[in-house]
T-cell receptor, first 109, second 115 residues
Framework: QQPVQSPQAVILREGEDAVINCSSS?????VHWYRQKHGEAPVFLMI?????EQKGHEKISASFNEKKQQSSLYLTASQLSYSGTYFC??????????FGGGTRLMVKP | DAGVIQSPRHEVTEMGQEVTLRCKPI?????LFWYRQTMMRGLELLIY????????DSGMPEDRFSAKMPNASFSTLKIQPSEPRDSAVYFC?????????????FGSGTRLTVV
């Protein structure tokens, strides 16, 4: 079953912060975050594993609440280059991801 | 590394024709995934290979779709016969597993239009 992302869209000014949420109805082993710009492929940002391990982008942070089956992506001091659609992908076991519907982020000057 | 390489980048075909999409994963990655992206359905997993073996093909829409991975450096996704509702961007992604999962690297995608 597809994870649910919120909000569906957000508009920011440069320098503002944003939080994107991802929740699943199933127990999770890992959560991935990707950013996709228009006409391009999704690009890996971060992976969070059950047990607390994280691997990924230095300037972006995320959290993973295993009990609530939720993850949040924190974008601080946003830049114009942060614009795009953010997807969370969840895996119950192994490395097979189901992606959420995406959150459109627009950063304006 | 050149990343995940997909071909063709664009494909326009007539309904009923056979379409073959190709993918070369990153060398050393042992997992390969085919996804389809549309506005209505988002990113859908079609099939997942691990060490060249199909592990999960439950996302393949119907018998018109088939996928193969004859070796670690090549995979194909075939649609025969194609239908207009197959129009989408098809992504191939590869990843590795070494005491835990790593992120996916996506190819540039194949934009398929069936008319």
């Amino acid at each position: 079953q597809q994870p649910v992302q919120s909000p569906q869209a957000v508009i920011l000014r440069e320098g503002e912060d944003a939080v994107i949420n991802c929740s699943s109805s199933k127990a999770l082993y890992s959560v991935h975050w990707y950013r996709q710009k228009h006409g391009e492929a999704p690009v890996f940002l971060m992976i969070l594993l059950k047990g607390g391990e994280q691997k990924g982008h230095e300037k972006i942070s995320a959290s993973f609440n295993e009990k609530k089956q939720q993850s949040s992506l924190y974008l601080t001091a946003s830049q114009l280059s942060y614009s795009g659609t953010y997807f969370c992908g969840t895996a119950n076991a192994g490395n097979m991801l189901t992606f959420g519907g995406g959150t459109r982020l627009m950063v304006k000057p | 590394d050149a990343g995940v390489i997909q071909s063709p980048r664009h494909e326009v075909t007539e309904m009923g024709q056979e379409v073959t999409l190709r993918c070369k994963p990153i060398s050393g990655h042992n997992s390969l995934f085919w996804y389809r992206q549309t506005m209505m359905r988002g990113l859908e997993l079609l099939i997942y290979f691990n060490n060249n073996v199909p592990i999960d093909d439950s996302g393949m829409p119907e018998d018109r779709f088939s996928a193969k991975m004859p070796n670690a450096s090549f995979s194909t996704l075939k649609i025969q016969p194609s239908e207009p509702r197959d129009s989408a961007v098809y992504f191939c992604a590869s990843s590795s597993w070494n005491r835990g999962p790593y992120g996916y690297t996506f190819g540039s995608g194949t934009r398929l239009t069936v008319v």
